[in-house]
C-alpha cells in the first residue's frame, strides 16, 4: 500500500512530457491504435501522426484509424499534400491486434470505435485532447487541457524532446507542417491564439514547410459545400443574435459542409452564434441529425449550452458537447431512419427539424418557434 501511494506521488511530481515518457517505457515494443474521430480534422491528424512519432522512438507499432470519412477540401489537400497514412476503419479489420487504444483529439464521444475496441477487450491507454472532460472513457495516462489545440499539447511534448525534430528528415518538416495547420485551424489562424499556442507555433515555425502549407490552405470551397451555404442562408432563423438554420437531408460524404456553413453564417452582422444542422444518412447505417456550433459569445460555453439543450440518450451519454468557440451534436433518427416516399421524408424533416429548434430556443430562452425579434 505504502508502494503504491509513493508511485502515485512520483507520478503527480512529473510533467506530463515525463509522465508520457514513462508510460511509453513502460509499453515498449507493443502495437497501439491510435483513435481519432470519425470525421478527422487537422488538429486530430497532426496530433495523431505526433503521436505516432513519438511512439516510435519507444519501439511502439501505432496505426491512425478512422471509422468516418474525410470530405473537408483543406483535410483531404492535407492528408494528400504530406503524404499522411490514415486507416479508414472496415468491418473485416482485425482490432484484436492491438494491445492498448489511444483516443487523440477526443474522449471516446465522437467515434465509433470506440464501443468497436470496447467489445473485444482492447483498453484505453491514452487520452490527449483539448475538449471539455466527457468521461466516457478512462486512460491510465490522461492529458485533457482548457487550450486552444491538442496540436500545441503535442508541440510541447516535442519541445521537452520526447521527440527530437530534425530540420534534414522530411518526415519531420511533414509532421511540424501538419501541426501548425491543426494549431492555425484551433484558432481561427492564431486570431484566437493564447500564449502557449504563439509558443508552439514560433518553435514550429523553425521546421514548417511554408509552400505546402499555402497550398492546402488556397483549397477552395466545393461547390456542394456552397450549396449548403445557400440553403442554410434561405432556412436560417435569427432570433436574439442567434443564427439558426436546418439544411434538410444530407449525403454521408457531404457531411462536413455542416460545420464549415455553421463557420460562414457566423460571419453575419450582430451574430454571435450560428447553429446548422440536418439529417445525414449512409447507406446500410441509421441517419442521424449532425449538427454544428459556432460562437464568438465569451459567456457562452459550447459543451453547456448542447448538453442542456439537447440532453442525454438512454445510456446516459450527452448527445452534444464541445469546447471554447465550438462545438457539435449527434442525434439518432431511430425507428424513422431510411429513406421512403416524398410525403414522408418531408414529414420526417418537419418533426424532427421543430425539435431541435424547440431545443435550442427554449435553451435561450425564446418562448415559441415562431416568435419575431423586436
Not at 119 to 144: M, N, R, W, Y
Not at 170 to 180: E, G, R, S, V
Request: charged share 30%; proline share 2%.
Amino acid at each position: 500500500m505504502a508502494k503504491e501511494k509513493a508511485e502515485i506521488q512520483e507520478r503527480v511530481m512529473l510533467s506530463k512530457s515525463e509522465e508520457l515518457k514513462a508510460l511509453l517505457e513502460e509499453h515498449r515494443g507493443e502495437r497501439h491504435i491510435i483513435a481519432i474521430q470519425n470525421f478527422p480534422d487537422p488538429d486530430a491528424i497532426s496530433g495523431a501522426i505526433a503521436h505516432q512519432m513519438i511512439s516510435a522512438e519507444f519501439g511502439i507499432t501505432t496505426d491512425i484509424v478512422y471509422d468516418g470519412l474525410i470530405s473537408h477540401q483543406e483535410n483531404l489537400a492535407l492528408v494528400r499534400l504530406l503524404d499522411i497514412d490514415l486507416t479508414r476503419y472496415h468491418t473485416h479489420m482485425d482490432l484484436s491486434v492491438y494491445k492498448h487504444s489511444v483516443f487523440i483529439d477526443n474522449q471516446g464521444t465522437t467515434t465509433t470505435l470506440t464501443s468497436k475496441l470496447r467489445d473485444i477487450g482492447i483498453k484505453p491507454l491514452i487520452i490527449v485532447d483539448h475538449h471539455e472532460k466527457q468521461a466516457v472513457i478512462e486512460a491510465k495516462f490522461t492529458d485533457i487541457r482548457k487550450i486552444n489545440a491538442t496540436a500545441t499539447i503535442y508541440t510541447e511534448y516535442i519541445k521537452d524532446k520526447l521527440l527530437n525534430l530534425d530540420k534534414s528528415n522530411p518526415q519531420h518538416i511533414k509532421l511540424a507542417t501538419a501541426l501548425m495547420h491543426g494549431l492555425r485551424s484551433e484558432t481561427a489562424g492564431l486570431i484566437r491564439a493564447k500564449e502557449k499556442d504563439f509558443l508552439a507555433a514560433a518553435f514550429l515555425s523553425n521546421y514548417v514547410e511554408q509552400s505546402i502549407l499555402s497550398e492546402i490552405l488556397s483549397v477552395k470551397r466545393s461547390r456542394r459545400v456552397i450549396d449548403v451555404i445557400r440553403a442554410a442562408l434561405e432556412n436560417r432563423m435569427i432570433r436574439h443574435n442567434f443564427s439558426i438554420a436546418g439544411i434538410g437531408f444530407l449525403r454521408y460524404e457531404d457531411r462536413d459542409a455542416i460545420p464549415q456553413t455553421a463557420d460562414f453564417l457566423l460571419t453575419e452582422e450582430n451574430i454571435h452564434t450560428a447553429v446548422v444542422y440536418g439529417i445525414v444518412g449512409k447507406d446500410g447505417e441509421r441517419e442521424v441529425i449532425i449538427g454544428s456550433l459556432r460562437t464568438s459569445k465569451v459567456t457562452l460555453n459550447p459543451d453547456t449550452f448542447l448538453k442542456n439543450a439537447f440532453g442525454k440518450d438512454w445510456q446516459g451519454n450527452y448527445y452534444g458537447g464541445g469546447k471554447y468557440e465550438a462545438g457539435g451534436f449527434e442525434i439518432p433518427i431511430g425507428f424513422l431512419s431510411g429513406n421512403f416516399d416524398e410525403d414522408f421524408m418531408k414529414m420526417k424533416w418537419k418533426v424532427y427539424d421543430s425539435q431541435v429548434k424547440r431545443c435550442i430556443f427554449e435553451e435561450i430562452g425564446v418562448e415559441k418557434i415562431d416568435q419575431v425579434d423586436e
